[in-house]
Nanobody, 128 residues
């Protein structure tokens, strides 16, 4: 059983910064330890990929956050971070941590929610 716990959300003014954290508990499957990602969902919109690590440790970002957000992992690979700078009101959403159950490789295709079967409860980010 896999559990993902996010933290670090909050309310900030436009131009500000936040850092989200996610801790993964449990075993998700062989080769899946590094494949984790961040997604977000604004009210009335579909869940969208923000940034992901594939099983080779390569990162992929959504065009809307490229250059402003940075995804990183702890040394034990069970902790995921999202550093968000130059935040904009359009970044307001519930942010979710996700993890894969198998090895996954690729680029933009990994920014789809269907790639990841495990999800956290979400942490709210509000930018005004």
């Amino acid at each position: 059983h896999v559990q993902l716990v996010e933290s670090g959300g909050g309310s900030v003014q436009a131009g500000g910064s936040l850092r989200l954290s996610c801790v993964k508990f449990g075993y998700a499957g062989a080769g899946s330890s590094t494949c984790m990602g961040w997604f977000r969902q604004a009210p009335g919109k579909e869940r969208e990929g923000v940034a992901v690590f594939d099983s080779a440790g390569r990162t992929t970002y959504a065009d809307s956050v490229e250059g402003r957000f940075t995804i990183s992992q702890g040394n034990a690979k069970n902790t995921l971070y999202l550093s968000m700078n130059s935040l904009e009101p359009e970044d307001t959403a519930m942010y979710y941590c996700s993890a894969s159950s198998r090895e996954v490789y690729g680029g933009k295709a990994l920014l789809h929610p269907s790639v990841f079967p495990y999800w956290g409860q979400g942490t709210q980010v509000t930018v005004s």
